[in-house]
């Protein structure tokens, strides 16, 4: 089936109003994070690089917004404590900025601040931005408790062709 995405940051309502009035239906509430890395004083996450993309494109799911496919070129590492592998993240780096675009995780609410930590420990405090996770994600109220910041939430929004 053939369809057009778009996202619409949530305060502009009249360009929302647009779109539901052209056929574009909600799909998700997006939200974009930023923050500092820093040490949060937990041990023993590490992330192992990936170089095979493939079996993790398909396992991409079929909402996720285009910026955060792994086929925009960005990196994947899984995630590891204690020889058990805990999920795998999808992100961009830079020398002084780390976003996360996809964090997948067995148990996202108690493990991201140890993701955050093997962050902290690669690259030290560098900025870092969480970019189009679905708000309702249960990290979500972690990482602003440790002072990240909303910057904005956005409408995903989906139409048949």
Same mark, same amino acid.
């Given at each position: 089936?053939?369809?057009?995405?778009?996202?619409?940051?949530?305060?502009?309502?009249?360009?929302? +109003?647009?779109?539901?009035? *052209? $056929? %574009?239906?909600?799909?998700?509430?997006?939200?974009?994070?930023?923050?500092? &890395? @820093?040490d949060?004083?937990?041990?023993?996450?590490?992330?192992?690089?990936?170089?095979?993309?493939?079996?993790?494109?398909?396992?991409?799911?079929?909402?996720?917004?285009?910026?955060?496919?792994?086929?925009a070129?960005?990196?994947?590492?899984?995630?590891? +404590?204690?020889?058990?592998? *805990? $999920? %795998?993240?999808?992100?961009?780096?830079?020398?002084?900025?780390?976003?996360l &675009? @996809?964090?997948?995780?067995s148990?996202?609410?108690?493990?991201?601040?140890?993701?955050?930590?093997?962050?902290?420990d690669?690259?030290?405090?560098?900025?870092?931005?969480?970019?189009?996770?679905?708000?309702?994600?249960?990290?979500?109220?972690?990482?602003?408790?440790?002072?990240?910041?909303k910057?904005?939430?956005?409408?995903?929004?989906?139409?048949?062709?």
């Amino acid at each position: 089936m053939d369809e057009s995405r778009l996202e619409v940051i949530s305060e502009n309502i009249p360009a929302l +109003r647009l779109y539901q009035k *052209l $056929g %574009y239906t909600e799909i998700n509430e997006l939200i974009y994070l930023t923050g500092s &890395l @820093q040490d949060y004083g937990i041990a023993g996450y590490r992330l192992k690089e990936v170089s095979d993309l493939a079996a993790y494109i398909a396992l991409e799911e079929d909402a996720l917004p285009w910026q955060n496919r792994i086929a925009a070129h960005h990196k994947i590492a899984t995630i590891w +404590r204690n020889g058990e592998q *805990l $999920g %795998y993240i999808v992100y961009g780096v830079s020398a002084d900025n780390l976003i996360l &675009l @996809q964090v997948r995780l067995s148990n996202a609410p108690d493990q991201i601040l140890g993701l955050l930590q093997a962050f902290y420990d690669t690259y030290g405090s560098i900025s870092c931005a969480l970019f189009n996770e679905v708000v309702t994600s249960e990290y979500i109220p972690i990482l602003l408790d440790k002072g990240f910041e909303k910057i904005a939430t956005q409408i995903q929004m989906r139409k048949k062709i």
